[in-house]
């Protein structure tokens, strides 16, 4: 029989109980079911609303049961719904009354917001780990190459020179983003809806401040239809996730690029890549093109909760049980995701020559050649200009700039010395790059003594 079965005189319909039954994904709930009800019994028996005897039995009881599950000896119940229902239908089972007595002052509606909160604020922490790996991983693929010059992009055409430490580190500052918002979730996050009831609160003189603090929130959620209705924390971690898995997919993007015959930059290791049925020259990037592949359903999920929540009325619906596959489906993604591609990038082979031989071509120090003239005092619209027609000249020519003769130089402005040719060397354009956030070599450093930084405090904030 339901444990809510007393208003009504007829059983549920079994296609309605098999629509209605979160169990077959909820049931990952069950630790979180177990430690917030375990909280709740002794705020009960602390407050005088159930006795202590029958708290101590509850307590017990849950932890046979906690134990059960994670032995695999219980089989959960579709005729039971939910993962709440399981546990306190086992509870009842086993200890008798005082399993009836547990759901005391409190509603499937602040137990399930209650699981939910604490679930995703240890997948915040998980993820923040799996994201710190990765920051190692570049941080120490950054220090490795520093003085690897190859070319910046725009549009996806060579821009300016720059090196591959300064491109890893662009990405280290994004994952750096990444597991500040993580961390700004959680601290929204970390608000305790238990108590709230199904709305109302209730008429027991319960200690919301009690099981808040016992199961490691900051406080109470103020208002109880709140309490029971908010999943902005979830819509948070999901747009978090989602900008988690777009970095990484960009990151994908170019080492797929990167990888091919006609970059050349890197190649994979031969654990992380996959070859063909029919081609056997083949090595392909599979892990990267997963990844950027996953991003989508991850994207998918988010948009999914949005659609669910965007015309709910206050304050619990059963739409809000469409919540948590999508959610789960995105944790396990990233958490899929990111240490099959931390381990990937930690292996790949860099091809320094290639990456050089890349930056000589393509006019990278354009640019340069602009400056050097407007040093020289030619404004900087006119020394673009000449730069502008060099590069034509060059193209015609099947020449570079800096393999053009002083004499053609002059040709195009008298300001050109002997001294020309150092300024427009790649080692001279990347490290007169001394703007901060630059690639020289001294920003190139504080960016790497910034990063590596932040990992040990963040790393340290773990053990806390």
């Known amino acids: 029989m339901k444990l809510w079965a007393g208003r009504f005189q007829k059983e549920t319909d079994k296609t309605v109980n098999d629509f209605n039954s979160s169990i077959g994904f909820d049931a990952r709930l069950y630790k979180e079911d177990i430690t917030g009800s375990m909280a709740h019994a ?38 039971n719904e939910d993962i709440h229902m399981n546990v306190e239908t086992l509870l009842t089972q086993r200890i008798g009354d005082a399993g009836k007595r547990l759901h005391t002052a409190r509603s499937r509606n602040d137990q399930v917001a209650l699981d939910f909160r604490m679930y995703l604020r240890g997948k915040t922490g998980t993820i923040k780990a799996m994201l710190l790996t990765l920051e190692e991983t570049l941080i120490k693929l950054a220090g490795q190459y520093q003085n690897t010059v190859m070319p910046g992009y725009t549009h996806l055409q060579r821009a300016q020179p720059i090196t591959f430490a300064q491109h890893l580190l662009a990405y280290g500052s994004m994952f750096r ?53 908010d999943r902005d924390y979830a819509v948070e971690l999901l747009s978090d996730l989602s900008l988690i898995m777009m970095h990484l997919s960009r990151f994908c993007e170019e080492i797929i690029l990167w990888c091919s015959w006609e970059f050349k930059f890197i190649e994979l290791d031969d654990a992380y890549a996959t070859g063909s049925s029919i081609m056997p020259q083949k090595k392909n990037p599979d892990v990267a093109e997963l990844v950027r592949g996953k991003t989508g359903r991850v994207y ?36 899929q995701c990111l240490p099959v591609f931390t381990a990937m990038l930690a292996t790949v082979r860099v091809r320094e020559d290639n990456m050089r031989a890349a930056a000589s071509r393509g006019f990278l120090n354009a640019t340069d050649c602009a400056d050097y003239l407007t ?3 030619l404004p900087f619209r006119d020394a673009y200009k000449v730069s502008g027609k060099l590069v034509y000249y060059c193209t015609e ?35 007169q790059r001394k703007s901060f956030g630059g690639p020289s070599p001294e920003q190139t450093a504080m960016q790497l003594d910034a990063l590596k930084a932040f990992v040990q405090q963040h790393r340290q904030s773990e053990t806390e």
């Open 42 to 79: 002794n705020m009960l028996a602390s407050c005088g609303i159930i006795s202590q005897d029958d708290a101590q039995a509850i307590c017990a009881g849950l932890q046979e049961i906690l134990l059960d599950i994670e032995a695999g000896k219980i089989a959960f119940s579709a005729e």
């Open 177 to 229: 983003r990444d597991i500040t918002r993580l961390e700004d979730c959680r601290a929204r996050m970390n608000e305790c809806p238990l108590g709230s009831g199904a709305l109302a609160g209730t008429t027991y003189p319960i200690d919301r401040f009690q099981t808040a603090k016992a199961l490691g929130f900051d406080a109470p959620v103020m208002n109880s239809l709140d309490g029971v209705s």
């Open 300 to 335: 998918g999920s988010l948009m999914g909760l949005l659609t669910v929540m965007k015309s709910l009325p206050l304050a619990y619906n059963k739409d809000m049980q469409e919540d948590k596959e999508g959610v789960f489906d995105a944790v396990d993604t990233v958490e």
């Open 375 to 377: 040093k020289k005092g």
């Open 397 to 431: 020519h099947d020449k570079t700039l800096e393999t053009l003769g002083i004499e053609e130089l002059r040709q195009f402005s008298p300001l050109f010395g002997e001294d020309v040719y150092a300024a427009l060397s790649l080692d001279t354009c990347v490290r």
